[in-house]
């Protein structure tokens, strides 16, 4: 089982009046929480019997939701969220009470960002255009082996990508 295949926990804290402090997701609520009242100075706000935990199979399932979660129901303490496209973000809106204050940017270091930013698209383009190319040369039956050594991926990233070859094929 890989670590995305694995059952994960979302789970909502409230205080005492109700209130939802924080949404999380864990694979292990007992370590994770001890985290939490070792390191969040809200955690003494937390009413225990008012926690709720629900299980997802894996845990893209539960990102997911606890994104959408987070955006929707607005806990007190969470600074990421989703957006508009349920994606990952930073809490940005200054009028609300909770998240990060937004960041203020030089020219210089917008540039930057801007430059990192296309790196990365560019970046998520040629990893599409080599999983492109390995599905393709998987297809036409060059040996998973042979295909890992000379394309620098791992064999247990190719099997998670494109599931184990079939028996069928050498």
């Not at 003494?44 to 894996?58: A, G, N, Q």
């Amino acid at each position: 089982m890989s670590a995305i295949d694995i059952p994960t926990c979302l789970y909502r804290f409230f205080d005492r009046a109700g209130r939802l402090l924080y949404i999380g997701i864990t694979v292990n609520p007992q370590s994770r929480f001890a985290a939490h009242s070792d390191d969040k100075p809200w955690w003494p706000e937390v009413d225990h019997s008012r926690t709720r935990l629900v299980w997802f199979d894996t845990r893209p399932e539960a990102e997911k939701v606890e994104l959408i979660a987070v955006r929707d129901e607005r806990p007190l303490h969470n600074v990421v969220t989703a957006d508009i496209n349920g994606r990952p973000t930073f809490i940005k809106d200054p009028n609300r009470p909770w998240g990060r204050p937004p960041t203020v940017l030089t020219l210089h270091q917008e540039e930057q960002l801007q430059a990192a930013v296309e790196a990365s698209e560019q970046a998520d383009e040629a990893d599409r255009k080599l999983w492109e190319a390995i599905k393709a040369a998987r297809a036409a039956g060059v040996p998973d082996m042979l295909l890992c050594e000379r394309a620098s991926v791992s064999r247990a990233t190719l099997n998670r990508r494109l599931g184990p070859r079939s028996s069928k094929v050498a």
